[in-house]
């Protein structure tokens, strides 16, 4: 049987159990087996996720996040979802002076998308431009028709400070002269009565010329209206000489013409009729002018033996 020596070397005769290897023989060599992969079991009603392919990135795209399905824990409130952006399509929203309105995505209240107006606005051009050459000559009798009607308001109004100042003058005079009457004192009687006699004389000055100027007044009225009176018909034979006027009269005034034309040629509105509300949309003067020419043709009535007078509007625009 072996045995180990000190330094571990077989010592004594070998186990026959386990003979060496003779020079004749080789070591048997254990042959290469291939591992086994383990077989799949397909279990019913599972299908197995698809494998994963390459994304190719494209330069200057980028791909929206894909959404997942978060299921909330106890107690936490999962976020709101996004509310769905607005469309940045133009949303009809009404009328203006210039036609529909839009409201786009921002807010911003725009014209109607990819309207043209252009034959509207050289149609309107032309039939303003007609206007002018038919009102304009007669311009002048527009502006003295304004200032005839100024000078009736301002002679109709008569001051009665001369009045009141004679009364009063008058009242000092007599107090005056009841004091000196009722003085003990010859002196103080004289000063006293031709104070008395200066107050009252100024004050009967006063009156009289309070009721010179209310004559005159009403003798500078009388000669106005009449002038008025043909005047308003010059422009009523004006307006009624323009076949099919799109304008009412009272808006024919050669300076608020020229202000619808600018406003027409300078791209602001596109016809004649947006020009004019343009202008009557301002907070406060379409009322005005409403009332205006109904208390104006009520009077001018009663002026003028019932016929109302020819209505200008151009002063409540405030176009100077």
Known sequence: MADFDADWKITGTPDPATPDPQPHQTQAQTAYQAPVQPAVTTVPGFAPPPAQQAVTTVPGFAPPPSQQTVTPATGFAAPQAQAQQPSTQPVFVGYNINGPVYRNASGFVTRAPNADHTAEREANLMEIGKMINHFSPKGEIYKEYEKCRQDIDKFMKTSVAPFVWGILLILHGLISLFIGVTSKSKNNVMIYCSVAAGFIVIGAGFIALYFFKKKRHEKKVEALLEKYKDL?????????????????????????????????????????????????????????????????????????????????????????
């Open 232 to 320: 308003s018909s010059q422009l009523r034979i004006v307006y009624n000489g323009y076949s099919s006027c799109v304008l009412p009269s009272e808006y024919t005034d050669p300076r608020l013409l020229y202000h619808f034309q600018s406003m027409i040629y300078h791209g602001k509105v596109f016809s004649i009729g947006a020009a004019l509300n343009s202008l009557l949309a301002v907070p406060g003067v379409y009322q005005k002018v409403v009332n205006a020419k109904q208390q104006f043709e009520t009077e001018t009535a009663e002026m003028l033996n019932g016929t109302p007078a020819f209505f200008n509007a151009y002063r409540y625009f405030r176009l100077m």
